[in-house]
């Protein structure tokens, strides 16, 4: 023969054997490096994922956006129950700047409460205090509000209506006893 084969070869196999046999001790290189591999993939597609999936309520909050909340527990919601129609409206949502109806809400409720005046509690619950023509509010300038219904040729404003009308509802009329 040409070549011996080393001790405890058989001379049919090849001297040369490449890296992904497994060795005669059971060591499997390839199956190393594909479960190292096989780890480090899962772990990047589910930061991945995790990543995906707060992308609208970072949006959201990058924003500055008043339904911040609502995205958020949509996302959650998506995340949860894998129902991707919570991830869709949460982008959305995200995307979406909406109108803030608030502010003209409180100015409105600001304007009626000057308009009316202050509330005072008696013993027969809350009641609306009179205001005087002047301006003032203490009890001691507190005079009846006039009924704008009168006769005086006066026509009263909507303001003057609404005064007297809530008037009537917090203190109605209650019969006198005369003997």
Request: glycine share 8%.
């Amino acid at each position: 023969m040409a070549g011996a084969a080393p001790a405890g070869m058989n001379e049919l196999a090849p001297h040369h054997v490449p890296f992904f046999i497994p060795s005669a001790d059971g060591t499997d290189p390839l199956m190393t490096v594909m479960t190292v591999l096989l780890v480090a993939g899962v772990i990047m597609v589910g930061v991945f994922y995790l990543y995906l999936h707060s992308l609208p309520e970072r949006l959201a909050h990058k924003h500055d956006r008043m339904q911040f909340e609502v995205v958020a527990v949509l996302g959650l919601l998506a995340l949860f129950t894998h129902n991707n129609w919570f991830w869709v409206a949460a982008l959305l949502l995200a995307f979406v700047k909406l109108p803030d109806f608030l502010t003209p809400l409180a100015s409105i409720a600001e304007s009626l409460g000057r308009m009316v005046g202050p509330v005072t509690a008696g013993r027969d619950g809350p009641a609306l205090a009179d205001r005087s023509p002047s301006g003032g509010d203490t009890p001691d300038q507190a005079q009846p509000a006039a009924d704008p219904r009168s006769s005086d040729g006066h026509n009263p404003t909507p303001d003057e209506e609404l005064v007297v009308a809530l008037n009537e509802i917090a203190e109605p009329e209650r019969p006198t006893n005369k003997e």
